[in-house]
T-cell receptor, first 118, second 113 residues
Framework: AQKVTQAQTEISVVEKEDVTLDCVYETRDTTYYLFWYKQPPSGELVFLIR??????QNEISGRYSWNFQKSTSSFNFTITASQVVDSAVYFC???????????????FGQGTILTVHP | NAGVTQTPKFQVLKTGQSMTLQCAQD?????MSWYRQDPGMGLRLIHY???????DQGEVPNGYNVSRSTTEDFPLRLLSAAPSQTSVYFC????????????FGNGTRLTVT
């Protein structure tokens, strides 16, 4: 069975600090997809990134970067120079399979509450 | 473009009452699903549908029913509400491709007393 673990329940940083959110996953499939979602205090879920299991390239988008390492089954998320607006709950999620029954069946981690203080 | 619309946003029920959480999407997505969010547990899949007339159970289906008579709508029914169903419920949809992410509604906060 698939599983996603976000060991950090809560992280508190001061503005402009860098912060890394850890995500470790378990799956038996060779084809799978990893996601990060952001849930700001307003409650909606905002898609940040999708990565498939065949693409281990790290990705950078502005202040956000993601480090995917199959060898350690990790998909960590780093925010550089954090800002107060980054305060949110961040979820890592996993979807198995090459299609069909995998459609949108995400297994979520427990979430990490990030608080950025001014 | 409204995306995924959930109603109501808030609901309070008494134990044993029934109700339907509504979910509609205007993106012509084949896939729709319901998740519940509980503190410290992330989001867990309740039911999902890969197209009109087709539904299946997720991780935590007990106490919930769904149907999918149209592509646009995917209502979630609580037949006899229990306090354990107090949660925030999210509906989501996606295109018929693993290249597209799930689009979530804004959630329904349900309290069962």
């Amino acid at each position: 069975a698939q599983k996603v673990t976000q060991a950090q329940t809560e992280i508190s940083v001061v503005e402009k600090e860098d912060v890394t959110l850890d995500c470790v996953y378990e799956t038996r499939d060779t084809t799978y997809y990893l996601f990060w979602y952001k849930q700001p205090p307003s409650g909606e879920l905002v898609f940040l990134i999708r990565r498939n299991s065949f693409d281990e390239q790290n990705e950078i988008s502005g202040r956000y970067s993601w480090n995917f390492q199959k060898s350690t089954s990790s998909f960590n998320f780093t925010i550089t120079a954090s800002q107060v607006v980054d305060s949110a709950v961040y979820f890592c999620a996993l979807s198995e399979g090459a299609g069909g029954t995998s459609y949108g069946k995400l297994t979520f981690g427990q979430g990490t509450i990030l608080t950025v203080h001014p | 473009n409204a995306g995924v619309t959930q109603t109501p946003k808030f609901q309070v029920l008494k134990t044993g009452q029934s109700m339907t959480l509504q979910c509609a999407q205007d993106m012509n997505h084949e896939y729709m699903s319901w998740y519940r969010q509980d503190p410290g547990m992330g989001l867990r899949l309740i039911h999902y549908s890969v197209g009109a007339g087709i539904t299946d159970q997720g991780e935590v289906p007990n106490g919930y029913n769904v149907s999918r008579s149209t592509t646009e709508d995917f209502p979630l029914r609580l037949l006899s509400a229990a306090p354990s169903q107090t949660s925030v419920y999210f509906c989501a949809s996606r295109q018929d491709s693993n290249l597209s992410p799930l689009h979530f509604g804004n959630g329904t906060r349900l309290t069962v007393t």
